[in-house]
Every structure is written in C-alpha cells, then in structure tokens.
C-alpha cells in the first residue's frame, strides 16, 4: 500500500492558463474524492467518484473546472482559464464503499496562479 | 449536517494529556463523530471515530457523553509531533463527503 499520490506537488501558473492535476487512489478504493484548501481553512469538498461515476459536484466547482476518472483507476482535475482566486492547495482523497467516513488523503498539488 | 465548534487553538507540553472539546448541538440521531489531524504540508489523516461512551484506538480516545451534544478528543502524553490541526467532523457513517470547520490548531512545546 503506497497510498494516494497526487502529481505535481507545485505548480505555478500564470493567470489565464489551464492546469491539469492527477491523483492516484489506493488501488482497491474505489470511491475518490477532490477537495481544496486556502491558508487557515480546512479542506472544501469539490467532488467525488465512485469508480468511474461522477457522483456529487459543489457548487465551489465552477465550469471552468473539469474532473474525471477514466476506468474508475486515476483522476484528474483541470482548471481552465485559471484565475488567482483558484490559488490554493488541491487534495485528493480516497475511501472504500461503506467506509467513506474514513478518507485518506494525498499530500496535495499547490497551485500558485500569478 | 451538523455544525462543530472547537477552540481556535491549544498550547501544551510535551507529556501533557490534551483534551479537545468540540460542540455539536444539532447532531442528529444517525449521526457519528469523526476526528481528523493534519500536519504542515499534508493532508489530513483520520484519527478515530465513535457514536456513544468511549471510543479508544492506539492514537487517540474519544470521549462522548449521552446526550452526545458534545465531544472530547484526547490525546495522552502529546509530544511535539503531534503539533497539527485537529478537526472534529459529525455527519452519518455513509456521508459522501467530509465537511471541515476551522478545526483546532495544537501547539506542543518542549
């Protein structure tokens, strides 16, 4: 068990381009979950996945955010036209079914956008 | 989902017991109680869960008195890696997704 891994770890970006972050779940969860957090909040829920599924959205994932999870495996989150408000750290997290209770987390991708 | 509250922050010593209190006034008969802890620079990282009485794992106990309105995290003989943000979550045990507060910033000094 190697954990879930999110790559890059940092990312810098200039306003106005598009960005792409990747998680890697523990191989037998199957539920994957993607969350952001500002300096001195706790994590904001952004969406998750059961396998392939895209079960729940927030309202915090505008449409210049994509996530997906081809063949319920790895994920990816992007950002579109990014903007310095999306400046944050983005984590990733996942869980079996009927232990969603119990997450567990990347070590997430900081995105700067300057 | 049930509101928390918890103090801001906490200063302790090393070797000191530390009890964190959180609030939840409206928590819900389905409802259980989460504790999470996240370091610098990490993400964060389940601790316990319990619904009722006393729940106890190599970590961490958690304490939660019938009327369940509130609940007390408690760490023994904290040293200074468990300096971290602890965040107390309630919510059903088949929630879709957690909800963190502010949660409760623990400074261990030696």
């Known amino acids: 068990d190697t954990g879930v891994s999110q790559d890059p770890r940092h990312k810098i970006t200039k306003r106005g381009q598009n960005v792409t972050f990747r998680c890697d779940p523990i191989?037998?969860?199957?539920?994957l979950y993607w969350y952001r957090q500002t300096l001195g909040q706790g994590p904001e829920f952004l969406t998750y996945?059961?396998?392939?599924?895209?079960?729940?959205k927030s309202r915090l994932l505008s449409d210049r955010f994509s996530a997906e999870r081809p063949k319920g495996s790895f994920s990816t989150l992007e950002i579109q036209r990014t903007e310095q408000g999306d400046s944050a750290m983005y984590l990733c997290?996942?869980?079996?079914?009927?232990?969603?209770?119990?997450?567990?987390f990347g070590p997430g991708t900081r995105l700067t956008v300057t | 989902l049930a509101k928390t509250t918890q103090p801001i922050s906490m200063d302790s010593y090393e070797g000191q017991e530390v009890n964190i209190t959180c609030s939840h006034n409206?928590?819900?008969?389905?409802?259980?109680i989460t504790w999470y802890q996240q370091f610098p620079s990490q993400g964060p990282r389940f601790i316990i869960q319990?619904?009722?009485t006393k729940v106890t794992n190599e970590v961490a106990s958690l304490f939660i008195p019938a009327d369940r309105k509130s609940s007390t995290l408690s760490l023994p003989r904290v040293s200074l890696s468990d300096t971290a943000v602890y965040y107390c979550?309630?919510?059903?045990?088949?929630?879709?997704?957690?909800?963190f507060g502010t949660g409760t910033r623990l400074l261990v000094s030696p």
């Open positions: 997290a996942s869980s079996l079914d009927g232990r969603s209770y119990e997450q567990y």
């Open positions: 191989s037998e969860h199957n539920r």
């Open positions: 996945f059961q396998n392939e599924a895209q079960l729940e």
């Open positions: 409206n928590i819900a008969t389905n409802d259980y």
């Open positions: 319990g619904y009722k």
């Open positions: 979550l309630v919510g059903e045990p088949g929630f879709q997704k957690l909800v």
